[in-house]
């Protein structure tokens, strides 16, 4: 059944690409890979029961293709940034001389999670070339916001049935005990997409003030169409993280004066929320109240305390959690991704591999204020990164199949704030035809 699927995807791939421009169909693949069917294709390796990063074994899954496909056709073309992938090369070399001396790497675990890692990493990478390719007329902004919103449109029926009984994407056994009364869209637990719309929000900002209009209005509905299925999939924290970026954006936007504008949208949000009021409520009620991730807190803490310069390895953290505490046995690591990957990694490891974060942190600071595109950019990161990081201190999954399109996005906007030599103004004529594709 699998590789009727993935012949059926080749076909249709190669159909696509030869319908489209190569970078419509490199955003397409991405985008589609990574936010609707991160499925695995093929595996090395015996699949045994396992909690982790990913899987036990080296798993080809649908987003590692696209990322490495992709990477290939930006090289052929010219368009590969590679001084991107030397920024993680500390990381690479680091997790070398950990695997010799400290890692334990005569199990297949450790390799699946530096595959893992390493199919993040070059996400980053190709999500920041593309960006850098972008110019004032490219249809680079049109097409990622076009396969967004196309994303978000498909879940939309995959969580309507869902809250009906009808579920084409089954959990596993665990996750339906637990959160079997939440919509799951195309994913394997309740909280993943709203984990993808969250970060989503990083470029579908910026894009609602693009130049172009008919990326505006695709950007705008991407938006809108995530809200049903976030509110449906019941994930507090996505929700809040979600709603907290939205309210940002719209109040501190730096061309937008009219009160009445600033107060429309955290006005909408607080109908949404009235009208959802039942439903959160019930998700309080039945929702687990802290209590369990404080526990699993103090567990992870415990194997921070012993392991914090070296990690215990990539995607081990459940054998080793399970020697000293009884929940791991049952799949339960640390719901916090700080924690979990300073326990994995080891401290300097987890900074050597999020260094991203800080700094586009400091380079968003620096164009704030900034009215043009790496300003729309800066701001949307900022006002995204306090629900990113509510997100990744409740729980783990950041580090699982969320993270290759977490770093993606994070090459995305990375590409848009690096300096760039400037591009000649587009004519009337030019402005039209980009217009008209």
Request: hydrophobic share 55%; proline share 5%; net charge positive.
């Amino acid at each position: 059944m699998t590789i009727a699927i993935a012949a059926l995807a080749v076909v249709a791939a190669i159909t696509f690409w030869v319908l489209t421009s190569t970078r419509e169909f490199v955003i397409a693949l991405l985008v589609l890979s990574m936010t609707f069917l991160p499925r695995t294709l093929a595996a090395l390796g015996e699949n045994v029961w396992h909690v982790g990063m990913t899987a036990p074994i080296i798993a080809i899954r649908t987003y590692t293709v696209a990322v490495i496909l992709s990477a290939l056709v930006l090289a052929v073309l010219g368009r590969f940034r590679w001084g991107f992938g030397w920024a993680y090369a500390p990381f690479f070399a680091y997790a070398a001389f950990m695997l010799i001396f400290f890692w334990d790497g005569t199990v297949l675990r450790t390799w699946a999670g530096l595959v893992h890692l390493g199919v993040a990493t070059l996400a980053f990478v190709v999500g920041a070339s593309l960006s850098s390719w972008a110019n004032p007329l490219s249809a680079d902004s049109r097409s990622l916001a076009r396969w967004l919103l196309i994303s978000a449109l498909v879940q939309i029926p995959i969580v309507l049935l869902q809250t009906v009984g009808i579920q084409l994407f089954p959990t596993d056994s665990a996750t339906e005990l637990y959160e079997g009364d939440r919509a799951n869209g195309s994913f394997g637990h309740p909280s993943t997409w709203g984990k993808f719309v969250t970060l989503s929000l990083m470029i579908l900002l910026p894009l609602t003030r693009a130049a172009d209009s008919g990326t505006r209005r695709l950007a705008f509905w991407a938006i809108a169409a995530t809200i049903p299925t976030v509110l449906l999939s019941a994930s507090r924290a996505n929700f809040l993280a979600v709603i907290l970026t939205l309210v940002l954006w719209a109040t501190f936007l730096p061309t937008m004066k009219n009160l009445g504008k600033r107060l429309l949208v955290p006005a909408a949000i607080g109908i949404v929320i009235l009208l959802s009021l039942d439903l959160w409520i019930g998700r309080f009620e039945t929702g687990e109240d802290g209590s369990t991730r404080a526990y699993l807190l103090s567990v992870g803490m415990r194997i921070f305390g012993d392991f914090w310069p070296t990690g215990v390895g990539p995607n081990s953290y459940i054998p080793y959690a399970a020697t000293v505490d009884r929940t791991a046995l049952d799949g339960w690591p640390v719901h916090n991704t700080f924690v979990f990957a300073i326990d994995e990694l080891g401290i300097l490891g987890a900074a050597l591999f999020f260094w991203p974060l800080i700094w586009l942190l400091a380079a968003s600071i620096k164009r704030f204020g900034r009215l043009d595109t790496s300003g729309d950019f800066a701001r949307a990161y900022l006002f995204t990164l306090p629900g990113v990081i509510f997100i990744a201190w409740t729980g783990w999954g950041m580090l699982a199949e969320t993270l290759p399109y977490w770093l993606f996005v994070l090459g995305v906007v990375c590409g848009q704030l690096r300096p760039r030599p400037p591009v000649e103004t587009p004519t009337v004529d030019q402005r039209r035809r980009l217009a008209s594709r």
